[in-house]
């Protein structure tokens, strides 16, 4: 069992930069592959950006490329999401999610814990 709990979201205007943080329980995070995904009012849940569980591979949406760079602590239990060059469209709730499959998935079904969400909004 993993608990997840982001945090660090909040206002910002566009072309500013937010860095989100998810922490961890248990002792198992690093065996687990981790994404962050999110989710705008009335759109589906979208995939972000994912990283292996050695930290050694990582993975993002076309959207995000190039602006948010995700990595992760296992020796604090932490990933974290770095978003610069903010856009109002990158407006949504974000999440990060815990996968315990032998690959590392863009699909939401594959990821196995979530946590709550953070509101990250981005003013024009």
């Known amino acids: 069992q993993v608990q997840l709990v982001e945090s660090g979201g909040g206002l910002v205007q566009a072309g500013g930069s937010l860095r989100l943080s998810c922490a961890a329980s248990?002792?198992?995070?690093?065996?687990?592959?981790m994404g962050w995904f999110r989710q705008a009012p009335g759109k589906e849940r979208e995939f972000v950006a994912a990283i292996s569980w050695t930290g050694g591979s990582t993975y993002y949406a076309d959207s995000v490329k190039g602006r948010f760079t995700i990595s992760r602590d296992n020796a604090w239990n932490t990933v974290y999401l770095q978003m610069n060059t903010l856009k109002p469209e990158d407006t949504a709730v974000y999440y990060c999610?815990?996968?315990?499959?032998?690959?590392?998935?863009?699909?939401?079904?594959?990821?196995?814990?979530w946590g709550q969400g953070t509101q990250v909004t981005v003013s024009s």
């Open positions: 248990g002792r198992t995070f690093s065996r687990y592959h």
């Open positions: 999610a815990a996968d315990r499959t032998g690959s590392v998935s863009r699909q939401t079904y594959d990821y196995d814990y």
